[in-house]
């Protein structure tokens, strides 16, 4: 069984930083594009960072300059380092998992998600 698991999220004021951490299990994780989503109450799900294993890494324009994504395959861990946290990242974080051999933002292109993690930053 997939499992996804995030943690680090909680409440910053805007300028702080936080780091997500999402710990996988049950999946070949050096194998597989871990990504990084964000959603707010009646908007889409929207793509924030993905790397491949390769450490290939993809950034959504509203965010690079300010967010990092690293991997550590030994722990089947994907991080999002995020500085500079302004109020419109507020949102539930998400990580996912895809096993597509090209990256992709979209997110019908990810198989296994985790429960996700608030980020609220307070202006």
């Known amino acids: 069984q997939v499992q996804l698991v995030e943690s680090g999220g909680g409440l910053v004021q805007a300028g702080g930083s936080l780091r997500l951490s999402c710990g996988a299990s049950?999946?070949?994780?050096?194998?597989?594009?871990m990504g990084w989503f964000r959603q707010v109450p009646g908007k889409e799900r929207e793509f924030v960072a993905s790397i491949s294993w390769r450490d290939s890494i993809d950034f959504a324009n509203a965010v690079k300059g300010r967010f990092a994504i690293s991997r550590d395959n030994a722990k089947n861990t994907v991080y999002l380092q995020m500085n500079s946290l302004k109020p419109e990242d507020t949102a539930v974080y998400y990580c996912a998992s895809a096993s597509t051999g090209v990256m992709f933002r979209a997110a019908d292109k990810y198989d296994h998600w985790g429960q996700g993690t608030q980020v609220t930053v307070s202006s």
């Open positions: 049950g999946l070949t994780f050096s194998t597989r594009i």
